[in-house]
């Protein structure tokens, strides 16, 4: 039981405000999505519609608060359930969908190699990290660079940026479903639908 004085003190905390100022909101330091995909085999079949859809849902959150990133993680779950992460840090950060299942992809497949006893695989995870804030594109000259592609700035980045716009203003209208790219959209099963993961989707 509590003595008097300190029945005093607690009364006296309970009555006086506490000074410290509450920040309810604050600005997620990542985005990320993930898939449990059930026992599947480890193929591009079954990885490359799974990391276009992940790379997708956060992409899309991704432009909508213009807040790219630079780095990028993978998470790759085998049968046993023993997960393998693997990330890259960029010189520029990206916010365009190809890109980011691009990378994704070549992250996956090097897990893959280093494990090649590991034939099923039972989840594929995407996070994007040390988010930019009140980030412009930066236009980048054309230099025939072999990831001149997956550059943000240079015209082949810039393009996929605003192939992406233009499909975030179609959905923004309609729904996520209306476009998408086809190989994630055409057959791919998901086990949560989109409704319910953006319940759990931190906001930017």
Sequence with gaps: MLGPAAGEKLAALAWNRDPRSLKPHHQARSAGAQSAIGRKPAV????????LH??????????????PGRTVTVRVRFADLNSVTRSV?????ISATVILAELAGELVR?????????KTIS?????????????????????GLDDEARRPGS???????????????????FEWNAIGYGSAALGLSRSVPDEFRKLAEKDL
């Design 44 to 51: 591009e079949r079954v990885i490359r519609p799974t990391l």
């Design 54 to 67: 992940l790379a997708g849902r956060i992409a899309t959150r991704l432009r909508a608060k213009s807040r």
């Design 89 to 93: 840090t960029l010189d520029a950060p």
């Design 110 to 118: 090097a897990v893959l190699a280093n494990h090649p006893g590991e």
């Design 123 to 143: 989840l594929l995870a995407i996070s994007v990290s040390h988010l930019e804030e009140d980030w412009d594109l930066e236009l980048e000259l054309t230099l």
């Design 155 to 173: 015209k082949k980045g810039t393009a996929r940026w605003v192939g992406d716009c233009a499909i975030d203003k179609i959905r923004d209208r």
